[in-house]
T-cell receptor
Framework: AQSVTQLGSHVSVSEGALVLLRCNYS??????LFWYVQYPNQGLQLLLK??????LVKGINGFEAEFKKSETSFHLTKPSAHMSDAAEYFC????????????FGTGTRLQVFP | SQTIHQWPATLVQPVGSPLSLECTVE??????LYWYRQAAGRGLQLLFY??????ISSEVPQNLSASRPQDRQFILSSKKLLLSDSGFYLC????????????FGEGSWLTVV
């Protein structure tokens, strides 16, 4: 079975500051890991996905995430926050079997201050 | 390219009334289809998923049901809404489970009053 834990339900940063959103996973099999972003009153949009091809995954809007097996982590980062990054971010995990479904974390709301 | 649409976008319904939310996917065939619910301050809860016409799996016992009358159509229903059914409902699709990306619709806000 898989699960993810997102540390911090709210994160606040200043515009131009580093963004770090934390995600730890639990999986008994090699995981697929995802980050999604949700803007207010909208559906979820895929930011990036880890598929074991490379431990550092680059996504859209300047975000990237690094898979660290030893720490069972998949933290999301962006060097410089923009006001438009304010949204809710979800980490998710799935296995490779056809019976595995995507399991989401509880989300982290990112606020960006000018 | 593939697109997913769900409607209505917002809905205000009295307690005890029926519900029907519809979702369609274009540009792909035989997708896996999903209904999620997002309650305020909580994450996403998978309600139903379907791997084919007429094949529905329920993840949690509840006051809701789902149907898939056509390959790319997924419907979420209730005969009698409860206050606790309020929330943001998201339809989604994938080409298959097991590491495949799930793509979401725009969502439907349901307020039960």
């Amino acid at each position: 079975a898989q699960s993810v834990t997102q540390l911090g339900s709210h994160v606040s940063v200043s515009e131009g500051a580093l963004v770090l959103l934390r995600c730890n996973y639990s999986s008994s099999v090699p995981p697929y890991l995802f980050w999604y972003v949700q803007y207010p009153n909208q559906g979820l949009q895929l930011l990036l996905k880890y598929t074991s091809a490379a431990t550092l995954v680059k996504g859209i809007n300047g975000f990237e995430a690094e898979f660290k097996k030893s720490e069972t982590s998949f933290h999301l980062t962006k060097p410089s926050a923009h006001m438009s990054d304010a949204a809710e971010y979800f980490c998710a995990v799935s296995g490779s079997s056809n019976t595995d479904k995507l399991i989401f974390g509880t989300g982290t709301r990112l606020q960006v201050f000018p | 390219s593939q697109t997913i649409h769900q409607w209505p976008a917002t809905l205000v319904q009295p307690v005890g009334s029926p519900l029907s939310l519809e979702c369609t996917v274009e540009g792909t065939s035989n997708p896996n289809l999903y209904w999620y619910r997002q309650a305020a301050g909580r994450g996403l809860q998978l309600l139903f998923y379907s791997v084919g016409i007429g094949q529905i799996s329920s993840e949690v016992p509840q006051n809701l049901s789902a149907s898939r009358p056509q390959d790319r159509q997924f419907i979420l229903s209730s005969k009698k809404l409860l206050l606790s059914d309020s929330g943001f409902y998201l339809c989604a699709w994938s080409t298959g489970t097991g590491g495949n990306t799930i793509y979401f619709g725009e969502g439907s806000w349901l307020t039960v009053v």
